[in-house]
């Protein structure tokens, strides 16, 4: 019956809107749908999406999704009652971090709070030596001596971190087993689950962190999966997965820290295939959703994954051991609010409308001026063809709001006053947005103007030719639909696990044989965990062997072939070197310290060029026209309109203009000009400022 | 009012041209300046070969102006960094070579105590910047080297040295790289005088990679911006700090400002006492700070040179209270004037002990502060726990067969402040990001094991805002091998302020396997197989009577653990029933004594000054 399937369903929930992408793998045709998020019922947003794409979840074959609730969780710092179990001596590991302080000089510098609290950190009796030996024996009987004083405490997940654990982790496990017996109920996680590296700070965090989201998204995941079911759902659940792939719902149940920017992910990938379609090395990607806007580096078709992410910064939060993307991300989106303080000073952010009320233009409660009822009252988007028309805006509504709330108080009147105060708080936006792409570029040692800005989410197309002359970057390129562009991202990727073993051996022809045979025992593990994860068994694999000069601690990855000699991995291994850290040691000893593999399901993928409804001909005319407050004018000026999907490739346009479609409005300057690519895609050319 | 300004770093006067460079640009460079250096930091980190420069990161790396002024230092570099101990090696440098003499390609090395003045295992390597012949400034990086000789393992980490030359060799300005050439008579001078060749060498390689590849990433952006651009860059630097320096000066009460404290000893003549008196001015927009009335030279290694000691603790104190929140450069210390005679423990002259150069300087910085705290009162804390606290453990490892070496310090509480408690724990204010080198990662190099890392319940220094409190680790010794500590502050424990009382002082104690105890401050011992270590830092000062505390807040500390139920009623003068709950009125009792007593001057702090 699977074969029958022929729906793949990406669908991406973020905190205003549940973006939907379905690719028909019979016909090779992509359908994207947007609704508000539903938060009583998930699974009813989607519905509504794939009734809009003429469809159902009977079709589907897979259905993946990313979400923001894992970040969310810390951030609001709304996760499970977490009890910590240590090696006795150990118990205020949390609090004592490393001891140091990343910021120097602030005398009031002092970490966020850990995420548990000390009288939830508890100590039982075990030691497990840097050998891996056991030294003293887990104490049983202190371990179930703490059961009464857990339920007495209302904890809702346990976090269990054993001193050299990454050693020999059998002390962990029997602890699991026997507070998960003795606590069905409680999500019980431990470090040696999630990490095999040494660093007891850093996986005792990653592990608290994961018990911390891992109650919530239990109930989320199953919930979810269940909705799906009771909807004649009979494919397979993924979950986007921080580190660019998918993995299975249960993997994502035991190790939910793996999806802490399980959103974003997906327009960086969507933003991958569309470099190397477009061929270009450099790409910002930029989203800007109801809530918040995002930015990260896409680079010769790849994004950066980190291996230990701090929730919170370096500077002040605390890490997590898994590969993330490397993303900033600032509180600015459709739904975030303008104030004014008690100064009076105009203020935005970061508190959002979110979609429950949503901004005051939607008519669903909403009292508090947004960016969207910003945008509207100054003309950039039409209050007829959001969303398809299905959420008429209320103009007047917001500029009423935005004259009494604002304005008014502001000392400004009438029309032109309203636009003032409503370009103000675009521009506090503006100012937001072009510090975090600051922050990704200039900040980590780029020249922003070396990139091109890749604009999507549902405010993205409207900020990015505005951002760009900003920061002086001369490229803007708008996918089509840009407002569901995070959900195709996820619908082009595969499934992944990465596998990882220690192996530590003096590089030579004879060690690289052994290591070969390591590699091939992983990969036969990682096809069983390929059939009963994903029910297939052909995989490709990424292979990887960590090397380093004997006494470093940091590796450097060098890609592993079939047939590897010394000589050749020594050669990967001097060129990463090299080109790091601008010089080699022959004298030195080259050894491995591990091997990677990563696994990869494939997956069947939409093709770019049929994603644009974009032909060779098309309607050039304008649709209509408005008019439009340009920051760039200082004024209102009369502005074509015109339907993207009408617009033929090789199209080209002065500004100033408004290019409208389902899911977004892309707003083109006086000053700028624009192209339709071959892909369907808009590029804008930047003035320079 | 119309003052004269003495301006320290000269400003471009060029006031006929207007600025030539865009502001993009002028944005962009200016974050590349420090950029570099941060990229150059995480190099280092990921080359280096000791876990004292890959984990717990003992190093700096910065960009001086041909002169030696810092444009820029890497966000890790620890504070007793900032004391231009980059640029303090340049000055050498060019005074013995003349910059024509410091040749494209060269790497020069420097650890000479008559300039430095910090202890030798710290040593500069720099590198000219040179672009279409112009010199641009040099790229500079400081490694704690592992050990370059002298009486104990380690170099630096005797507590009772008597002159600098047991303490390692010096390297006063040596080319360790000629345009380009590996010197090889000054590698094998080196690699012959460390005890530990493997660990050493590495480091050097790590310490000149990173200067080469920060003086190539230097080089391409000034040929992509011009010279002329970079130049404004940096004036802009220095004078947009100099300025918000200078505002925040003339905002303070003008004045004349003391505070004292005492170290307990030298390490040497242990009952002789080592008092800190300070003297600071802020008048005219400028910061005088005068140690004039410091204590002369000591015979221990408690002594600093005139630049690692006296300008040091100086800078550092002015850019907590000054300009905390912006990347350190020259321009912070423009409106900063050190008054210091030759000879005092902060200025020692030629061949005094030097080795625990900086253990002192977070007694003087805090010292300055607390002199300060009239001036800006809500920038005033407490004192943190105000050491080193220098614990080193060597001898043969069985492992490996080798010698082995590891220097840790102290993470301890720091102060309170008017608006919360203590934070912490943290290493001293001499140092930044200098995490603690992982258990796990020590257990594996050396033969001992960490049985317990935990806080010090009544540590933090009562008051109306609670110090932060202090670690104790113990460690179970397996295998003979010997420790030297370096400890101080017992004598005049972390003070509280505005009636917080001190914080508790650190210690150490031997617990042998016979069960004897023996507690020290300072000295080497021997340590066999059983034995075991209990290393105590110490918790921060509070601010205001405790007795003020919040009644909440003090239950809130016996619940965690933080107060034991006993302090709270003693210190706190809040009582608790045996099940932990709140007495109201024993506690309303108490505390009417409390301010009863404090009223006829019963209560009054441990260190007098």
Not at chain 1, 168 to 182: C, M, P, V, Y
Not at chain 2, 113 to 126: D, E, F, T
Not at chain 2, 372 to 382: K, M, T, V
Not at chain 2, 449 to 456: C, D, N, S, Y
Request: hydrophobic share 40%; proline share 5%; aromatic share 6%.
């Amino acid at each position: 019956m699977q074969r029958k399937s022929r729906y793949l369903i990406a669908v991406d929930t973020g905190g205003t809107f549940t973006d939907l992408a379905v690719y028909d793998a019979r016909t090779s045709k992509t359908f994207f749908g947007k609704t508000l998020t539903n938060y009583e019922d998930l699974v009813a947003g989607v519905i509504e999406c794939l009734r809009d794409a003429g469809t159902d979840l009977s079709g589907a074959r897979l259905l993946k999704h990313g979400t923001t609730h894992v970040i969310n969780g810390f951030i609001q710092r709304t996760g499970a009652r977490v009890a910590l179990v240590t090696t006795v001596g150990f118990r205020d590991i949390l609090e004592i971090a490393r001891g140091s302080r990343p910021v120097p000089f602030d005398l009031g510098y002092r970490r966020a709070p850990p995420l548990v609290t000390r009288d939830l950190c508890f100590e039982v009796g075990e030691r497990i030596t840097c050998d891996g030996d056991v030294e003293r024996p887990l104490d049983v009987t202190a371990l179930e001596r703490l059961i009464p004083e857990l339920r007495r405490c209302g904890v809702e997940s346990i976090a269990i971190s054993f001193v050299n654990s990454y050693r020999n982790s059998t002390h962990e496990r029997k602890a699991k087993e026997i507070l998960q017996r003795l606590l069905p109920n409680l999500f019980v996680t431990t470090g040696s689950e999630l990490s095999m590296e040494w660093g007891e700070y850093e996986r005792t965090s990653t592990v608290a962190a994961n018990a911390y989201v891992g109650h919530r998204m239990r109930s989320y995941i199953r919930d979810f999966e269940k909705k799906l079911r009771e909807r004649d759902f009979s494919g397979s659940l993924y979950m986007m997965a921080s580190n660019g792939g998918v993995m299975s719902g249960s993997q994502a149940i035991a190790h939910p820290v793996a999806l802490l920017e399980s959103g974003p992910v997906g327009g960086c990938i969507g933003t991958g295939a569309y470099a190397s379609a477009l061929k270009l090395d450099r790409l910002i990607a930029f989203d800007m959703g109801g809530t918040t806007a995002k930015c990260a580096l896409v680079e010769h078709g790849r994004f950066d994954v980190q291996t230990t992410y701090y929730v919170g910064g370096y500077e002040h939060g605390f890490p997590i051991r898994a590969p993330v993307l490397d993303i900033v991300e600032v509180g600015a989106g459709g739904g975030s609010i303008g104030w004014l303080d008690s100064q009076g000073r105009l203020k935005l952010g970061p508190r959002s409308a979110g979609s429950e009320p949503g901004p005051i233009c939607f008519g669903r409660g909403g009292t508090e001026p947004t960016i969207t009822d910003a945008s509207l009252v100054l003309g950039r988007i039409g209050s007829e063809n959001f969303l398809n028309g299905r959420l008429a805006l209320n103009r007047e509504r917001a500029a009423h709001a935005i004259e009494q709330q604002l304005a008014a108080p502001l000392g400004y009147s009438g029309s032109a006053g309203v636009d003032q105060v409503a370009h103000g708080l675009l521009e506090l936006a503006v100012v937001a947005m072009t510090a975090a792409i600051k922050e990704i570029t200039i900040q980590r040692g780029r020249d922003v103007r070396d990139f091109a800005l890749c604009a999507f989410g549902g405010g993205g197309p409207m900020f990015g030719a505005q951002l760009a002359r900003e920061l002086g970057i001369p490229t803007v390129i708008v996918p089509p639909n840009p407002g569901a562009f995070s959900s195709l991202g996820m619908l082009v990727a595969n499934a992944r696990r990465d596998f990882m073993r220690i192996f530590i051996q003096a590089l030579s022809d004879e060690s690289l044989t052994r290591a070969m045979g390591v590699v091939a025992e992983i990969e036969e593990e990682a096809r069983e965990a390929a059939r009963s994860e994903f029910d297939v068994s052909v995989l490709t694999f990424e292979r990887e062997v960590e090397l380093r000069y004997r006494g470093q601690k940091h590796t450097v990855r060098v890609r592993l072939p079939e047939n590897p000699t010394a000589a050749s991995m020594l050669a990967g291994f001097e060129a990463g070197y090299r080109s790091r850290y601008g010089r080699v040691h022959p004298e030195l000893v080259a050894e491995m310290i591990a091997l990677r593999v990563g696994a990869l399901v494939p997956m069947p993928q939409p093709d770019l060029s049929q994603l644009s409804e974009s032909k060779a001909y098309g309607e050039t005319r304008p649709t209509r026209r408005r008019s439009v407050y340009f920051a760039e004018a200082g004024k209102r000026v009369d502005t074509p309109i015109f339907d993207r999907s009408a617009l033929p490739v090789g199209f080209e346009l002065n500004g100033p203009a408004i290019i409208e479609e389902y899911s977004a409005t892309t707003v083109l300057g006086p000053p700028d000009r624009l192209l339709v690519g071959t892909l369907g895609e808009l590029r804008i050319t930047c003035a320079r400022p | 009012m119309n003052v004269t300004q003495h301006n320290l770093c000269p400003r471009e006067r060029s006031s006929s041209s207007p600025a030539a460079t865009d502001p993009i640009t002028l944005e962009i460079i200016k974050a590349q300046l420090v950029a570099i250096p941060n990229q150059i930091e995480r190099n280092i980190e990921r080359t280096a070969f000791s876990p004292l420069v890959y984990e717990y990161k003992d190093f700096a790396v910065g960009l001086v102006d041909p002169a030696g002024r810092l444009v820029a230092q890497s966000r890790g570099s620890l504070p007793i960094f900032v004391a231009n101990a980059l640029g303090t090696a340049v000055r050498e440098g060019l005074s013995i070579l003349g910059a024509e003499n410091i040749h494209d390609g060269d790497v020069v090395i420097s650890n000479s105590a008559a300039w430095m003045g910090q202890h030798l295992n710290n040593v500069i390597a720099y590198s000219p910047i040179r672009v279409e012949g112009g010199l641009i400034g040099f790229f500079a990086v400081l490694v704690h080297w592992v050990d370059i000789g002298g009486s104990v393992p380690g170099s630096c980490l005797s507590s009772s040295t008597v002159d600098v030359w047991q303490e390692g060799i010096q390297l006063p300005t040596l080319k360790l790289i000629e345009r380009g050439m590996r010197r090889s008579e000054i590698f094998r001078l080196i690699e012959t005088n460390t005890r530990f060749p493997h660990l050493l060498m590495g480091d050097i390689e790590a310490q000149l990679g990173g200067c080469e590849a920060g003086r190539t990433m230097m080089e391409a952006i000034i040929a992509r911006y011009g010279v002329a651009a970079v130049r404004e860059a940096i004036s802009i630097i220095w004078r947009d700090s100099e300025a918000s320096v200078e505002t925040v000066l003339r905002r303070a009460p003008q004045g004349r400002y003391h505070a004292s404290s005492i170290l307990d000893n030298d390490g040497v003549r242990l009952d002789v006492q080592v008092p800190v008196d300070v003297d600071v001015e802020i008048r005219d927009g400028r910061l005088t700070v005068d140690f004039s009335r410091l204590s002369r030279q000591v015979v221990g290694p408690f002594n600093a040179g005139r630049n690692g000691g006296a300008i040091a603790a100086a800078r550092i104190a002015c850019k907590y209270l000054l300009a905390p929140s912006t990347p350190v450069n020259e321009g912070d210390f423009a409106r900063l004037h050190v008054e210091v005679p030759e000879g005092t423990f902060l200025s020692a002259g030629r061949g005094a002990a030097i080795a625990q150069s900086g253990s002192m300087v977070p007694t003087v910085v805090d010292t300055i502060m607390l002199a300060l705290g009239d001036a800006f009162p809500d920038r005033a804390a407490a004192a943190h726990h105000g050491i080193y606290g220098v614990h080193s453990f060597y001898g043969h490892n069985p492992r490996s067969g080798e010698l082995f070496q590891h220097l840790d310090t102290v993470s301890g509480g720091w102060g309170a402040t008017a608006a919360a408690d203590g934070p912490g724990p943290f290493r001293s204010n001499g140092h930044g990001d200098v995490p603690d080198v992982p258990v796990e990662m020590q257990e594996v190099f050396y033969p001992y094991r960490l049985i317990a890392k935990r806080l010090r319940p009544d540590s933090g220094g009562p008051g109306r805002n609670r110090g932060g409190l202090g670690v104790e680790k113990v460690y179970a010794i397996a295998h003979p091998c010997k420790m030297i500590v370096a400890f101080d502050r017992t004598l005049c424990p972390p003070w509280g302020i505005a009636g917080g009382e001190s914080g508790q002082p650190a210690g150490v104690e031997i617990v042998r396997a016979n069960g004897e105890r023996e507690a020290l401050t300072k000295g080497e011992r021997s340590l066999g197989v059983g034995d075991s270590v209990h290393v105590m830092s110490g918790g921060g000062g509070g601010y205001g009577p405790a007795y003020e505390r919040k009644p909440d807040a003090v239950v809130n500390d016996v619940r965690l653990g933080y107060v034991s139920a006993e302090a709270a009623a003693e210190r706190y003068g809040v009582v608790l029933d045996a099940g932990g709950a709140f007495n109201s009125s024993a506690t309303e009792k108490r505390r009417a004594e409390m301010r009863a007593a404090r009223r006829i001057g019963i209560a009054h702090e441990a260190c007098d000054f």
